[in-house]
């Protein structure tokens, strides 16, 4: 399930234009002040499966009519649509708890208004389902390159990305439901044709932190188990979906 926030922004908001820090610090705020022994867990530990920890939340970029970027700023000048997402119910209800009850978003020294939360319906997940991205992929993989093992960023055209997503998926769901999926087949490609007409330029470098992390904006299709594909929908494709990376949209 996802949360759409909407928020006043005012006469306008100028943000780093690598904000996503911001906003998970909002949403593990937000978690604290419903319930702090919650928050340190989900940060400190989270849900495990074969030997990974999953936050099972993801998020979205931040969305307006209105925005310019100038340099390392961003500038909002119209009301800002923020989704956030996740299967698990004690998240979703934590969350909501403290977003409903205060109202107010604040980004550093700003403090804005929330004017509208609503839940979107759910989709009818398809065995075979076309998505686009709201924040962009990332899918990271341990590689060797002249003797050494380093953690490399897959780019759309990467003949492993496909089985390196199944895989994620599998382990959230376990992480989720403590077994197996009854059906683990996925395939998942980009799409050739938005490659070509954006000359293979669909790859967006993000600043998390001082951790330059590769994203894919691309979208997608996606065929095979309907529960890797909800598991996908609601926390995310790829890895680093706490950091707001992996969330998509019909």
Known sequence: MRIQIIVDVGK???LPINYNHLLVGIVYRFLSDSNP????FLHDEGYNASEKRFKLFTFSQLMADNRRIDGDQIYFGSKLIWYVSSPVETFLSHFADTLLTQGVITFGNHKLEIIDVTIPRLPRIQSEMKFRC????????????????????????????????????INKFIAIYD????????QFEFDDWYVQRKQGRVSRLVDFKGVKIRGILCPFR????????QIGYECGFGDKNSAGFGMVDV
Request: proline share 5%.
């Open 12 to 14: 306008g908001i100028t």
């Open 37 to 40: 022994e919650y928050a340190d």
């Open 134 to 169: 709201i924040s962009p992929i990332v899918m990271s993989a341990v590689r060797e390159n002249n003797g050494k093992r380093s953690m490399h960023y897959c780019l759309y055209d990467d003949p492993e990305i496909s089985e390196l997503i199944r895989q994620n998926l």
């Open 179 to 186: 077994r197996e999926p009854s059906n683990n087949e996925l």
């Open 222 to 229: 996606v065929v095979g188990s309907r529960e890797l594909i």
